[in-house]
Every structure is written in C-alpha cells, then in structure tokens.
C-alpha cells in the first residue's frame, strides 16, 4: 500500500513538472517571438530591429505585401533567380520560405494595383498577384518596357509609380562628367552633353502597355546622374529622387581641388521634381557648404563660379559620396508622429571618399510637412557597416540598399553587401 502510494505521489510529481516545464517552454517561445535579435544596429530609443532573412546575396530593391511577405530584387543571380519571395510562416519574425524565380538580374522591384512590377538593367516586367499577395505565374512575367540604355555605367533601372498608371524609370548617366573620355584628366567635356538625349534623367511610361521603348515614353526630367531613390510621395501627388554626385573633383582637377574636398563634393541631393525639370548634371553641382549651385569645373568652374541658374534646387543637400540608394515617405501608424509623412533615405557608401575615411552605410530620416522638408535631418539607423572607422566599401559588414513599409507600419531594409533583411519596428512606452 506505501509503495502504491509513493508512486502515485510520484506520478502526480512528475505531472506537475512536465507541465511547468511545458509552461516555461511555452514562455520562452513567446518570449523568443517578442525580443529582437540584437543585430548590431545603432536606433533611438524604443526602436528595435530583427533579421527577418539573411544570405540572400546582393540584395538591392525590396517591397512588401499587404499580408507582409517580402519580394527582393537581387543585383546578383542567386541558384539562378534574380527575384526572391520571402514568407514568414510560423509567426517568428524571421523568413523561414524563401522562393526564387526570374532569371534576369537589377534592381528595381514594387508593387502597385495587383501586379509585381521588376526590372533588369534593360527591362521592366510584371507578374499578376493572387489575392494572397503571390505571383501566380514565375516563368511568364508580361513585358512592359524594353530596350532601355545599358552602357555598364549607373545601368541600374529603379522605378517608382504614380497614382494615375505611370511608372517613373531612372536612366542613369553612362559618364561621370560628359567628358570625351570618361574620368580622364585633361579631356574635354562635351556640349551639348550627347548623353542627356537617352540618359541622365527619369522616363515616365505607362503601367499597363506591353513592350513600350524610350518612343513610348516621356523624359520627364533631366540633368539628373544617377538616381537611385525614387518615390512617389502621396501627401502632394508628386515625384522625389534621390542623386549620387559626380566623382573625381580631386583626380581630374588636383589644382582646384584637395582630397578633402573632393571626398566631401559635391552634395548628395534630394530633389522633388515637375516635368521638364533640370537638375544641371553635367554642367553644375551643388555644393552643400556654400549653399550653391557650382559651375562643374569640366565647363570652366573654378569650385566657386556659380552656375545653372535655370536649373533646380535640391531640398536637401547631404555630404557627398554617402550614395543614396533607397527612397521611402513613411505612411504608417507605428512609428511616433514625428516620423509620419517624412522621408527614410538609406546611405551605401561610395568609393569615391578615398584616400579619406569612408562614411555613410545608414538610414537618414528628414521630417516633412506637405511636401517640404520641415526640419533638419538626422541619422535614424546606423552601425550597418559594424566596424570602426574604415576606408573600403569592401571592408563593411552590411551596406543599406532598399527601403520599404510593411503593412503594420514597420520599417525594411535591405542590405546587398551582406545579403540581410532587416526589420525595424517600435515599441510604445
């Protein structure tokens, strides 16, 4: 009778822990649910970020579905595929289905009224999304744009749409100054600038017409680089770029210029632009310490000749050579106030600060208020890069790519140096 006794006191024993057990097990899955990985990023208070996905290569443009499945464009192939599907499946946070297709490789990548939309560094092409946010058909994507310019210069093609079915396509400049011979000393530049004809500016074209070339199309602005950012802002129904700055100022023209001040020239320039806009590529730059527009010295600027006068202002100018590549006006409910209707820009970095320290790889935000910006910018995101001071593009870790919201108001970042996902999100006190 003890012994019966004892076992069943024993049995009742270990009922009891298995459920403590199942119960701890239980709260350290919730817990592992709720608590960011500690990926090394530098946010302001309340900010938190995870990986929602890692090793995917060159990761360039991304955008989010409206059930929060991620698609990223990939600069690099990957097994094959140039676009990849990204699917949180067991409520993690983290992507555990990653699905590739598209055998061509680029940047740009959006979504707008039930298609994805992708491009090549010639091409832009759709796929038809069923009601759960998923391509239908992988291998049959519809051609909307073909035979853009691709002289391997600033080929790559992001794209932003309007509200009234256009697409707006950068076609970067294939040259760095409009020089004879590109980036040589002593060459003369042209003028005319020849490249303006077919590049060096924003195209606009229609979302739903297959197989449409520049004939179709409409140069909507020009004088502009290279324009990786690219969004359409919906406060004020109107287009925003963001440009990459002309390199060698020091290498070209050593007597007017030192290798201090040609890593820090010309600005970075956030424009919002009209049709026939002219940002003055390739005769000026802006120069962000005088607050002025600068006669290029290819065409007989000296680094204080002022120059374009019919050409625009940026909004804003930020140190040069931090190459803006991502472009997002935030419309979401989960960041502070603050934070609404302004601007994320994320910084890659550039070859171009050499033989100075490099700078940028990280995540600027400008608040705006009805299409203006409002107040100084500031660095929301930082530490990508995860290393002190360093002088090769090479030597970082993560270098932020793309931007994009996801349908709860959280931020993505694409990183295409170390192949990361980021996903970035607030908890209110």
Not at 134 to 148: A, H, M, Q, Y
Not at 197 to 222: C, H, L, M, P
Not at 300 to 316: H, T
Request: aromatic share 12%; with cysteine.
């Amino acid at each position: 009778m003890k012994t019966k006794f004892l076992f069943a006191v024993l049995f009742l024993f270990l009922i009891a822990a298995n459920n403590s057990f199942a119960k701890s097990a239980s709260d350290s899955i919730q817990h592992k649910k709720l608590k960011p990985d500690d990926v090394g990023l530098k946010l302001p208070e309340g900010f938190h970020a995870v990986k929602f996905a890692e090793g995917l290569g060159e990761a360039r443009h991304i955008t989010v579905t409206k059930h929060g499945d991620v698609y990223v464009k990939l600069s690099s192939l990957k097994n094959g595929k140039g676009i990849y599907y990204l699917h949180d499946s067991n409520g993690d946070g983290k992507a555990d289905v990653k699905t590739g297709f598209g055998n061509y490789t680029g940047t740009g990548i959006g979504i707008k009224d039930g298609y994805l939309y992708a491009s090549s560094d010639t091409k832009v092409y759709r796929y038809k999304l069923d009601a759960n946010g998923k391509v239908i058909n992988p291998d049959k994507p519809e051609l909307i744009i073909t035979g853009l310019l691709n002289r391997h210069e600033h080929e790559s093609k992001p794209f932003t749409f309007d509200n009234n079915g256009n697409i707006y396509v950068t076609i970067g400049a294939y040259s760095n100054s409009c020089q004879v011979k590109d980036r040589t000393k002593g060459s003369p530049a042209m003028k005319p600038c020849p490249v303006l004809d077919s590049a060096g500016g924003i195209w606009e074209f229609k979302t739903d017409k297959e197989n449409q070339t520049y004939g179709d199309g409409v140069r909507y602005a020009t004088g502009l680089r290279n324009e990786m950012g690219i969004a359409w802002n919906n406060d004020v129904n109107a287009l925003y770029v963001t440009q990459h700055g002309r390199d060698q100022l020091h290498d070209l023209f050593p007597d007017l210029y030192t290798d201090e001040q040609s890593a820090e020239l010309p600005a970075e320039c956030l424009y919002r632009l009209n049709k026939g806009d002219d940002a003055g590529w390739p005769y000026i730059y802006y120069d962000q310490i005088q607050h002025k527009k600068i006669l290029a010295p290819e065409y007989g600027g000296d680094g204080k000749k002022e120059g374009g006068e019919n050409a625009i202002d940026p909004l804003v100018a930020f140190p040069g050579h931090l190459a803006p590549n991502g472009l997002l006006f935030y419309e979401g409910n989960m960041f502070p106030e603050k934070f609404k209707h302004g601007a994320f820009i994320a910084f890659h970095g550039s070859w171009n600060r050499a033989p100075e320290p490099q700078k940028g790889y990280f995540v600027a935000f400008v608040p705006f208020k009805d299409g203006k910006p409002s107040g100084d910018w500031e660095v929301f995101a930082d530490d990508f890069a995860g290393g002190a001071q360093f002088m090769s593009p090479n030597e970082a870790k993560h270098r932020p790519c793309g931007l994009a919201q996801g349908p709860d108001g959280s931020l993505y970042v694409s990183d295409d140096q170390g192949g990361t996902i980021y996903k970035i999100t607030y908890t209110r006190k």
